[in-house]
């Protein structure tokens, strides 16, 4: 990992970052945390929904540091592929401590590592316990192992999203270029088709790859009957991906530009803010009779909307679901329900033309971009106002903060009911097929220089 280097104030020295720390005891008032968070870090505005409608955006729930691919950007530490998994009466424990901080309907994001490695009835459980406590399970997959009945298990147990990853930072073979994944992320979103499933998608955006990203945002819109949420990761340098630093043409600003340039309509990103304007970027796309428009261009209504309704409780299961209960809370309100019909009127005369031939082809999207940040350059103020969180086993934390010193956790020894648990336990130096990332890079170049070094015979 390259050396901590502050460029100004803004940026936690390495004492600093070393200093950072989880939440070891809940908050009496989360919402209210996270409010006066964003107050005092610039965010509040009247579109801002962090410490609003939720005091914390999700917790990711990492319940293993293995994976079956080696991807040339990844978060995990280099002693990842060693690391045993977590008992699943830890993994409960943590469960309960999200509970604890924020309270039910918090979403999760079941993730590791490659979620699906864990032994099927382990991954059922640990659904199923989610929605015991009145939890939002996601499960973030590569989809290798992720076939149809797995996930008609899991959603049986209680999962209510599926994401799939899938780019050319996994080097799958046969793949040249994004367009060619698509065949596979059709093939995935027919796994998930029917099973009552919210469908998303993650692309890490890279130098090899930021060109297509208008390609992308076309051909999800092509499949809005099926994929509802779509993220655009920004290249960052942590973990032990091998690319590094991410060049200066890939932004917020530009993915976004190339996302409006894709779905062929300009669209108003960040109409609703989800923690700090630097992380998070996010528009939504009305898909009717396959033509795309910017849902959320009315700032003011939809900002309105978002602040009278930040106290229900919305039904997310399906897009359709979810309006229905914003649309009855809105009934309790006449000066909305007005308002309401104002901007529905407007908006259906805008796109009168494709409802009229859309048949029920009426689809929602959307699309969104996360920078996450190098492990070596934390900005101090995101930090603080961070709405994605990780959580360890004594509470949650910034996930950039958890990245930069991910190992500081994972190979601490647990208490469990059966003693004391080592995450190391009987492990022994890793052969090469093991090996990932910069530290396969590492073996690899050192074992050309001594075949390099070798005396050739006569």
Known sequence: MPDFR?????????????????????????????????????????????????????????ITQRCNLDCTLCYLSESSESVRDVPLEEVFRRIDLIVAHYGPGTDVQVSGGEPTLRRPDELTAIVARLAERGLRASLFTNGIKATRALLAELARAGLTD????VDLTQQRAGYASEADLNVLRIE?????????????????????NVREVPLLAAFFATQADVVRFVSFQLQADTGRGVLGARP?????????ALLCEGVGTPLRFNTLLAGHHDCNRSAVVAVINGRAYDAFD??????????????????????????????????????LVAATLRWALAFAWKARGDLLRARGRI????????????????????IDACVFMAITQHGPMSMCAYNARRDQYLLQPLRTSQGEWQPLAGVQAQPIKFLKGRAREAFLQSRRQSEAAEPVDA
């Open 6 to 62: 502050p460029i100004d104030s803004s940026v936690l020295s390495a004492a600093e970052v070393a200093a950072l720390s989880p939440h070891t005891e809940p908050c009496a008032d989360a919402l209210g945390d996270l409010r006066l968070r964003m107050q005092r870090n610039g965010q509040w505005n009247e579109g801002q929904t962090a410490g609003r409608r939720w005091p914390v955006a999700c917790v990711s729930l990492e």
């Open 363 to 382: 689809h929602k999207l959307t699309l969104f971009t996360h920078n996450f940040m190098d492990a070596c350059h934390l900005d101090r103020e995101r």
């Open 162 to 165: 599926v994401a799939f990853h």
């Open 188 to 208: 995935y979103i027919e796994r998930a088709r029917g099973l009552g499933l919210s469908v998303f998608f993650n692309t890490t955006v890279h130098a090899a």
């Open 298 to 335: 009315d700032e003011d209504f939809i900002r309105r909307f978002m602040r009278d309704t930040a106290g229900l409780s919305i039904d997310r299961g399906t897009a359709w679901r979810g309006a229905k209960s914003m649309l009855m809370g809105a009934l309790r309100r006449p000066a």
């Open 248 to 256: 200066d043409a890939i932004s917020n600003d530009r993915i976004a």
